[in-house]
Nanobody, 124 residues
Framework: QVQLVESGGGLVQAGGSLRLSCAAS????????MGWFRQAPGKEREFVAA????????YLADSVKGRFTISRDNAKNTVYLQMNSLKPEDTAVYYC?????????????????WGQGTQVTVSS
């Protein structure tokens, strides 16, 4: 049984930083594409970042480039999202996802497994 458990969310002031973690069980993160998505109230879930299963190439949404970084710790079977220079518009529930993906890493329907989400709130 696959489980993805996010943690690390919280309340932070604009300009601050948070690091989200996604601990996986039932799958090995080094053999899946891992992604982060977010959903703000009244909006659709949108792509934030992804890391390939092979080689570790990363992909970031334009809105977070230069501020967010995705990484993976194979020994801990965990994926991270380091978020710096946070803005109020980054406020959302952040979801971790996993899938067997070769392209279109930003497409939600490519991911087979999802976590429950963690709330990030950035105050101005």
């Amino acid at each position: 049984q696959v489980q993805l458990v996010e943690s690390g969310g919280g309340l932070v002031q604009a300009g601050g930083s948070l690091r989200l973690s996604c601990a996986a069980s039932g799958l090995t993160v080094s053999t899946y594409a891992m992604g982060w998505f977010r959903q703000a109230p009244g909006k659709e879930r949108e792509f934030v970042a992804a890391i390939r299963w092979s080689g570790g190439s990363t992909y970031l949404a334009d809105s977070v480039k230069g501020r967010f970084t995705i990484s993976r710790d194979n020994a801990k079977n965990t994926v991270y999202l380091q978020m710096n220079s946070l803005k109020p518009e980054d406020t959302a529930v952040y979801y971790c996802a996993a899938g067997i993906i070769w392209k279109d890493y930003a497409a939600r329907n490519k991911y087979s497994y999802w976590g429950q989400g963690t709330q990030v709130t950035v105050s101005s």
